[in-house]
């Protein structure tokens, strides 16, 4: 066996450049001057720049509406406003997920109940939800997790079946889709975030898409005024009110609109390039014991891996192993593993206080939900296994050939590293 870098051995890669994104193309640095030398830095309605993004997402999802706004964030906000929450309505939520999938349902003075996870993919665990459904239950919404869709069949037949609306975070997974339809078509309303990291980066910005006339009125209205207001709420409904709706400026910059203009164009390129990689290195770590790819659900018909491809430890296939053991020998190797470090939310203290938004929001006799953080198992389970790889969005067949061979480097070393850390000796012990 070749000595591990770990206990002194030459790594068995060298250094490579990390992941750069987002691709900025000449074409993007053109459009956006062009906005520049027109003095086109801000819009009143849907026109130009953002018109054009706005119609791509249309043509992209099949809706009939789409909306864009400063951030995902906005977009998710304005997602539940849409759906004309009132005051100690609930709303399920995966416990695992990035805190703007939840955080907005405060906003609305509802109530987010959380839910576990399938301890295999980290997303929401659709035979879970009945556990949490009350009188109170108006909707779920869930995350399409790291560029994998979330079992959306089965959440959506659950969903119906008790006159739940569903939305959907896609934040993590432009271009992603299952069970025959693109993610942000499966729910009543879809969220979209255009931050740096996701597949379609523009700084900062979001889009909400709808075939919901009612649901897209009022999330105009939430975000917008005067010409968008007048342009697009024209119900019997809302249409007096369009024109100051509610006071907040969700508008996304121009510049930012261009560069996801250009950005949606390049998509298919960019997640046909990452799912030859991950594909590759997928096939070749299933041939490596103590590790295994991300599962890949049956219903599931393209992945558009996010900024981390996660592939699961499995600690009883090299003698039990610690995971931490085994991410710093093969880091050590020259491969950037790592481990997820973000908390789930019921281990936010926000989750954890009665008192944190009193004077701020107000779920009428209905009380937000406390959690001591020990609620969900699938999701210790997912956290227990997971490990990161960062997402190439080039062709590197190379590199994936590297990253494995360095990790069964590693394998082979396996009873060795567990001889020392069971005896305490110090696992490094410098080069050479």
């Known amino acids: 066996m070749t000595r591990l870098a770990l206990h002194g051995g030459e ?84 416990a695992y997920t990035f805190l703007a999938t939840a955080m907005p349902v405060f906003t609305c003075n509802a109530v987010p109940v959380l839910a576990d996870v399938d301890p295999e993919t980290g997303m929401l665990d659709a035979g879970g939800l009945a556990a949490h459904l009350t009188p109170r239950t108006r909707a779920v919404v869930v995350t399409h997790l790291m560029g994998f869709p979330a079992d959306m069949a089965r959440i959506t037949a659950f969903a119906r079946a008790h006159g739940l609306a569903v939305v ?20 009543d309303v879809a969220a979209f975030s255009l931050q740096a990291k996701k597949q379609v980066a523009a700084g900062e910005g979001g889009v909400l898409v709808t075939d919901d006339r009612r649901i897209y009125e009022r999330a105009v209205m939430l975000g917008h005024c005067i010409d968008r207001g007048e342009q697009d709420v024209t119900s019997e409904e809302y249409g007096a009110y369009g024109r100051t709706g509610f006071g907040l400026n969700y508008r996304i910059h121009p510049v930012g609109a261009a560069l996801a203009r250009g950005a949606l164009s390049r998509l298919d390129a960019v997640l046909t390039a990452r799912e030859s990689n991950y594909s590759l290195l997928g096939a070749l770590l299933e041939a490596i014991p103590g590790i295994t790819p991300p599962v890949r659900r049956d219903h599931v018909d393209r992945v558009a891996h996010y900024v981390s491809y996660q592939p699961r430890y499995v600690p009883g296939e090299l003698g039990g192993l610690p995971i931490d053991v085994f991410t710093e020998a093969v880091r050590a190797e020259g491969v950037p ?36 953080g020990t609620e969900f198992p699938g999701v210790d389970g997912y956290l227990a296994r997971a490990l990161r790889l960062p997402v190439y969005s080039d062709d590197r067949p190379g590199l994936m050939k590297g990253w494995a061979e360095a990790i069964s480097k590693v394998v082979d070393n396996a009873g060795e590293l567990l001889a020392r850390h069971a005896s305490g000796a110090p696992a490094a012990q410098g080069a050479g």
């Open 168 to 187: 959907e975070d896609c934040s993590q997974s432009h271009g992603a889709a299952c069970s025959g339809r693109p993610v942000g078509r499966h729910g």
């Open 337 to 372: 593993m790592s481990r997820p470090t973000s908390p789930p939310l019921h281990r936010e203290a926000a989750f954890q206080s009665a008192t944190w938004h009193t004077g701020t929001y107000h779920p009428g006799d209905n009380a937000y939900r406390v959690y001591d």
């Open 11 to 94: 790594p068995l890669l060298k250094p490579v450049e990390r992941p750069k994104w987002p691709n900025v193309t000449e074409d993007d640095i053109e459009a956006v001057t062009a906005l520049l030398r027109r003095g086109e830095i801000t819009y009143n309605g849907s026109e130009g720049e953002v018109q054009a993004l706005e119609n791509g997402y249309r043509s992209l999802l099949g809706s009939a509406h789409a909306l864009a706004v400063n951030s995902g964030t906005s977009a998710l906000h304005s997602a539940f406003f849409g759906l004309d929450l009132r005051p100690g309505d609930e709303v399920i939520a995966p």
